[in-house]
C-alpha cells in the first residue's frame, strides 16, 4: 500500500545518495579494509542522521516515540544486514570494477520483492513483477557484460567471487529493506517519516557498536586509520545518512519492492560516477543494460 507519492522523488533521491556514497567509499578501499570502509558510513551518519531527526522535528513537529524491544531487535537485525551487504558489496569491486559490482548487487530488486512477499504480506501487480524481472534481466547483462553466448556460461558466470559477492549483497540489502520497514512498523505514532528517521539514527548507532566493536578488535590499526582519513570518511557518513534517510523514508510510505525496483535507476548514477569520477569507461554491453534496467523501472511504474 502506498501512503503518500512522495515516496518516488524520494527514492530517486535514495539512489543518487547512494552512488556517490558508493563511488566516495570505493577510493577510502585503497586506504582502509573492507571492514574500516565499512564503518565510516555508520560512525559519521550518526551524527549526520541526528541533525536530520532534529530538523524535521523542528520542521514538523512531534514527539519521538520510545523505542520497544522488537523495534530494537528488528533494527539491530537490519543493521546487521546492511552491515554483511557493504561489506559483500566493497569487496565484489576489487574482482570487476566498480559499475559491474554494483550492477551484481541489484538483484536485491527481485529478491527484496520475494521477501517482502514472504515476509510482510505485501503484494504488487503483475505489470511490476513484469517490470522487476525486465530489470533483472538487464542487471544479468550488465553482471556478464554481454559476453556470455550459452546457458553454461551464464551458470559459470554466477559461480564467479564477483557475482557470489554480488548476488549475497544484494541478498542482505533486500533482507535491511524489509527488516527496516518492521521495525518502522514496531514503533508507536503516526507519523511514518518519524518513525523512519528514528529507525535511521538508533539503526546506525547499533551498527557503530557492531562494527566498531569488530574493528577495534580484530583491526586496531584500521580503527586509527578511519579517524586519519576523516575528511573523505566524514563525506562518506554524510552522504550515507542522507541516502539512509530516504530509503528508510521510502520504504515506510511504499511496498518494499516497488522502492527497490524503481532504486535500480541507481545502475544510471552509478554509470555516470565510474565515468566522469572514477574513469572507468562502460562498454557498448553495459550501457544496453541500463537502457532495459530503465525498461522494467517504467514498466513498474506503470503497474504500481
Not at 545518495?17 to 558510513?41: D, P
Request: aromatic share 8%; with cysteine.
Amino acid at each position: 500500500m502506498i501512503l503518500s507519492p512522495l515516496w518516488l522523488p524520494v527514492t530517486l533521491a535514495a539512489a543518487l545518495f547512494q552512488t556517490w556514497r558508493t563511488a566516495m567509499q570505493q577510493k577510502l578501499r585503497g586506504q582502509l579494509s573492507v571492514n574500516a570502509a565499512a564503518v565510516v558510513r555508520y560512525l559519521y551518519g550518526v551524527p549526520v542522521g541526528a541533525l536530520i531527526l532534529a530538523l524535521y522535528l523542528l520542521l514538523f513537529g512531534g514527539t519521538v516515540p520510545a523505542p520497544n524491544l522488537a523495534f530494537l531487535a528488528l533494527a539491530a537485525a537490519g543493521g546487521l544486514g546492511q552491515i554483511l551487504g557493504t561489506n559483500l558489496l566493497i569487496m565484489s569491486f576489487g574482482h570487476r570494477g566498480f559499475a559491474v559490482g554494483t550492477a551484481y548487487a541489484k538483484t536485491e530488486a527481485v529478491q527484496g520483492a520475494i521477501l517482502a512477499l514472504v515476509l510482510l504480506g505485501e503484494r504488487i501487480s503483475t505489470i511490476a513483477w513484469l517490470g522487476i524481472a525486465v530489470g533483472v534481466s538487464g542487471v544479468l547483462w550488465l553482471s556478464l557484460a554481454g559476453k556470455a553466448r550459452s546457458f553454461a556460461e551464464v551458470l559459470r558466470a554466477t559461480v564467479q567471487p564477483a557475482a557470489l559477492c554480488g548476488l549475497s549483497a544484494g541478498f542482505f540489502f533486500a533482507l535491511t529493506s524489509v527488516l527496516v520497514k518492521a521495525a518502522n512498523q514496531a514503533l508507536p505514532g503516526e507519523d511514518p517519516i518519524l518513525r523512519a528517521l528514528v529507525t535511521l539514527v538508533v539503526a546506525n548507532v547499533l551498527q557503530t557498536m557492531m562494527q566498531g566493536g569488530w574493528l577495534l578488535a580484530r583491526e586496531p590499526d584500521q580503527a586509527r586509520a578511519v579517524i586519519t582519513t576523516w575528511r573523505t570518511s566524514a563525506q562518506v557518513g554524510a552522504l550515507s545518512a542522507c541516502g539512509s534517510a530516504c530509503w528508510f523514508t521510502a520504504f515506510a510510505l511504499a511496498p518494499v519492492a516497488l522502492v527497490r525496483a524503481v532504486g535500480q535507476v541507481e545502475i544510471i548514477f552509478t554509470l555516470l560516477f565510474s565515468r566522469f569520477y572514477l574513469k572507468e569507461k562502460p562498454s557498448a554491453a553495459e550501457v544496453i543494460g541500463v537502457c532495459v534496467v530503465v525498461a522494467g523501472v517504467v514498466l513498474v511504474l506503470v503497474g504500481r
